[in-house]
Nanobody, 124 residues
Framework: QVQLVEFGGGLVQAGGSLRLSCAAS????????MGWFRQAPGKEREFVAF????????SYADSVKGRFTISRDNAKNTVYLQMNSMKRKDTAVYYC?????????????????WGQGTQVTVSS
């Protein structure tokens, strides 16, 4: 079965950096577009970034553009989210997910499998 496991969350000061990793198994990772979403307390889950199966196409939410970078290593079945210049509003549980849409999607409902999430907290 498909399994996605996120790593790398934690506590960081505003202006700092974190890198999240998501290890995938049970699927043909190199053929799968991947996404990162996040959910803050009391808010809906929101799109952060996606990357196509090849890594050749990426897209970001306006709120993270220029600060976050999504990447993937198909040899390691892993997708990454590098987060720089972090802000308090980035505090959330971050989830990785896989979609059957070849180039990725902005929409929560288009993703078929999800990880358990990793907490990211940005302090002032």
């Amino acid at each position: 079965q498909v399994q996605l496991v996120e790593f790398g969350g934690g506590l960081v000061q505003a202006g700092g950096s974190l890198r999240l990793s998501c290890a995938a198994s049970g699927l043909t990772f190199s053929s799968s577009a991947m996404g990162w979403f996040r959910q803050a307390p009391g808010k809906e889950r929101e799109f952060v970034a996606f990357i196509s199966w090849s890594g050749g196409s990426t897209s970001y939410a306006d709120s993270v553009k220029g600060r976050f970078t999504i990447s993937r290593d198909n040899a390691k079945n892993t997708v990454y989210l590098q987060m720089n210049s972090m802000k308090r509003k980035d505090t959330a549980v971050y989830y990785c997910a896989v979609t059957s849409y070849e180039h990725g999607s902005y929409y929560y409902a288009d993703y078929d499998y999800w990880g358990q999430g990793t907490q990211v907290t940005v302090s002032s």
